[in-house]
């Protein structure tokens, strides 16, 4: 499989994260900005997710072994998983910081220099989602998919921020005034909580495909199809599998014929593989198409 086109994307994401990982760390500490520095450290820890992204992207593109005789799709979801609870650990430990400057009465920063730190780094984030979500749908990608959520997740937490700051802005001179220390920290809370559920979720549905739970979807689709079969050839029964691990799928059908059915020539049961394979629609490249016929139900 040529994954060469992804790699080349994510070294692209790794390099743009990177930088602006850095950028908020160094302006969240000049400005005193805790909220800014949990983007930036957001942001870093995306790095470390992404490198293990194109790990497994080059691993991808290598062809099955004998010790890896299924290939590597089952990293996919696994990047996932410790990518996502690595994300939400940090969103964990935001938020208990968070309060933990709220109970120390906060601190004042330079808001307007923050507010345009937080708008570019916004208007990077959604452009950079933006585009990986195209990438993703147009290559197939998995991995595409989870760090267009990720930039996204990165924009989401630089417009709160954003909006925070302009609040505080707001405050300055008014009766609120003297809740201003208390914006940095209320922020950095906020976001923090709010961008938890998106790693969590990712992670869920990654671990659901390492614990190879059946993907609803694909195997009704399979049912449907063999279904249709029975019904026009007239066959007894059939038992269908079906597992997806990250882009790959894997399905099994065993067919259970008549004693009285034969299969001559032996093209003709390929025919009929063939013709199942071009119902299911999969693509060839990605999925593990397994069909057998026997006479003897225990097979099934």
């Not at 990720?150 to 700051?165: H, I, Q």
């Not at 199942?276 to 990605?286: H, P, S, V, W």
Request: proline residues 3%; charged residues 15%.
């Amino acid at each position: 499989m040529d994954t060469r086109a992804e790699q080349r994307l994510l070294r692209a994401s790794i390099f743009v994260t990177t930088l602006v990982g850095a950028g908020a760390l160094i302006a969240g500490w000049i400005l005193n900005a805790s909220a800014i520095m949990f983007d930036g450290i957001y942001s870093l820890i995306d790095v470390l997710v992404t490198t293990g992204s194109l790990t497994v992207s080059r691993l991808l593109s290598n062809p099955a072994s004998r010790r890896f005789q299924y290939g590597f799709w089952h990293l996919e979801p696994l990047v996932e998983t410790v990518g996502g609870a690595i994300l939400a650990t940090a969103c964990v430990y935001a938020g208990i910081d968070a309060v933990e400057g709220l109970l120390r009465g906060g601190h004042v920063i330079e808001f307007g220099t923050a507010i345009a730190w937080a708008a570019t780094l916004g208007v990077v984030g959604i452009g950079m989602s933006t585009f990986m979500r195209r990438q993703s749908r147009r290559l197939g990608s998995p991995l595409l998919a989870m760090d267009s959520r990720t930039w996204m997740v990165s924009a989401m937490l630089s417009f709160a921020l954003l909006a925070g700051f302009g609040l505080a802005i707001a405050m300055a001179g008014t009766r609120f005034a003297r809740w201003i220390p208390l914006v940095d920290p209320a922020v950095l809370l906020a976001v923090s909580m709010v961008t938890l559920p998106v790693p969590l979720l990712g992670t869920v549905r990654a671990f659901r495909e390492i614990l190879q739970v059946a993907p609803t979807e694909l195997d009704r689709k399979v049912r449907a199809v063999m279904d249709a079969v029975m019904a026009e050839r007239g066959f007894l029964d059939y038992a269908s599998h079906v597992q997806k691990v990250g882009r790959g799928q894997f399905i099994e059908i065993h067919v259970l014929l008549p004693d009285t059915h034969v299969f001559s020539p032996i093209s003709m049961a390929d025919a009929l593989r063939d013709e199942i394979a071009a119902r299911l629609g999969e693509d060839t490249a990605t999925t593990w198409l397994t069909i057998d016929f026997t006479g003897d139900r225990a097979w099934l």
